[in-house]
């Protein structure tokens, strides 16, 4: 019997945030997420919409023999409603890449399918600014209580622009798709695929607007720059640019991102010119005081990157790793705080310097509750460099648990 090693993954247990500029998931993907409980009760508000009102289908439904799971976005939409019944997002789209939408549905509960105009459910892109995508698929629906799949690829786009994409249970009036019943759609995505083979995301200098947590929490970070905040393509290990003047990223503020006696942060940071203190990640809405921003690096000068964070917002405690950052060399980063332990550093999976005591008693002083998370832009001081990764945990990781991390990772960097 053989096996297959695939090597190592990273560690999952207590990560809440999760941002991979070498992923084009990170910031590509619309998964028509809806806000709220998730019950059959809740109505869904997308930021198009047509007639009829779609509704968030609790986990645990069985629709067509499938049990809803707690992870899925499935919709429910009232087929007997009159007049135009897209519903849909929009999202921005990179330059020279393909558009996949795909989504599953089930029509149940209908009369007249056979003779109501225009008997089609249908996926569109439409364009809404630069050299987009346009275009639609439909299928007939001529079978009921069966999971059926539309897929819907079109590309390459030929410039940057801003894509709406529509879930459409049938064309504009007159008519309906059916009398009555009810259509479900389950997990629609439209994913972006560059055009090169074997390109794992796109090769794109346009700006961004958000970035996609991949922790499964939903702490996305909105990139704001008077001049956007270009990605690099795969092929320079994909990371994001920011340019030391205005760019930064706020992150949703959400209690995950709020531990109180045990923190780990990693990233992987490549500095430019010109030297200073740039901060990495903080608590706060840019204020540098109080221990809000807990991680920085130096570019120039003594080339150092600390953490540090106060205990009760009493005391601060810094933790200087001793590793320089540089414009040319990239550095996988790695600190743990555990109250009433220590603040550790890291440096590709292996300690850097002597740890710094955090003593028992208080919890971590930092922000509060109504700030959020922001990289980059803290007192003035803006990051000049780029990140390509950056993870949370609520929890500090074990030496063994740093360096699986860097396992998993080191090949696509060449560390």
């Known amino acids: 019997m053989s096996t297959v090693n695939n090597g190592p993954q990273i560690v999952r247990n207590g990560l809440v945030l999760n941002l991979d500029a070498g992923n084009g998931k990170s910031y590509s993907t619309n998964r028509f997420q809806s806000l709220g409980s998730g019950t059959v009760t809740e109505n869904v508000t997308f930021a198009i919409n047509g007639n009829g009102t779609f509704q968030r289908v609790a986990s645990g439904t069985v629709i067509g023999g499938y049990t809803v799971r707690p992870n899925d976005v499935v919709y429910s939409y009232a087929l007997g409603v009159l007049g135009c019944h897209y519903h849909g997002n929009v999202a921005p789209i990179p330059s020279g890449a393909y558009a996949t939408f795909s989504v599953d549905y089930l029509i149940t509960g209908a009369t007249n399918i056979a003779t109501s105009y225009p008997n089609n459910v249908v996926l569109v892109y439409e364009n809404y600014g630069g050299s987009a995508l346009s275009g639609s698929t439909s299928l007939a629906n001529n079978y009921q209580n069966i999971w059926q799949r539309l897929t819907l690829i079109n590309g390459p786009t030929a410039g940057v622009g801003t894509q709406a994409m529509f879930l459409y249970p049938g064309f504009c009036a007159p008519g309906r798709l059916a009398d009555s019943g009810t259509i479900y759609f389950r997990n629609p995505k439209v994913e972006w695929t560059n055009i090169d083979t074997g390109n794992s995301t796109f090769n794109s200098t346009s700006n961004i607007g958000l970035w996609y947590d991949l922790s499964g929490n939903a702490n996305n970070g909105t990139l704001s720059g008077a001049n956007g905040i270009p990605a690099s393509s795969y092929a320079n290990k994909g990371s994001l640019l920011f340019d030391g003047v205005d760019d930064s990223v706020l992150i949703t503020n959400n209690a995950t991102l709020r531990p109180s006696t045990e923190l780990t942060i990693e990233y992987v940071i490549k500095g ?144």
């Open 272 to 415: 430019s010119t010109p030297a200073g203190w740039n901060p990495i990640i903080g608590y706060g809405n840019g204020d540098y005081t109080n221990g809000n921003y807990l991680c920085w690096v130096e570019t120039g000068g003594a080339l150092n990157s600390l953490c540090r964070i106060n205990n009760g917002g009493v005391i601060e405690y810094r933790q200087y790793s001793g590793i320089g950052i540089s414009s040319t060399a990239l550095k996988c980063m790695s600190f743990t705080m555990r109250i009433g332990d220590s603040i550790r550093s890291y440096y590709n999976g292996v300690d850097t310097n002597t740890p710094t005591v955090l003593p028992s008693g208080g919890a971590f002083y930092y922000g509060g509750t109504t700030s959020a998370y922001q990289i980059s832009g803290a007192g003035g001081a803006w990051l000049n460099g780029n990140i390509y990764y950056m993870r949370l945990y609520n929890r500090a990781l074990t030496a063994t648990e740093v360096m699986q991390n860097f396992q998993a990772t080191k090949t696509r960097f060449g560390l």
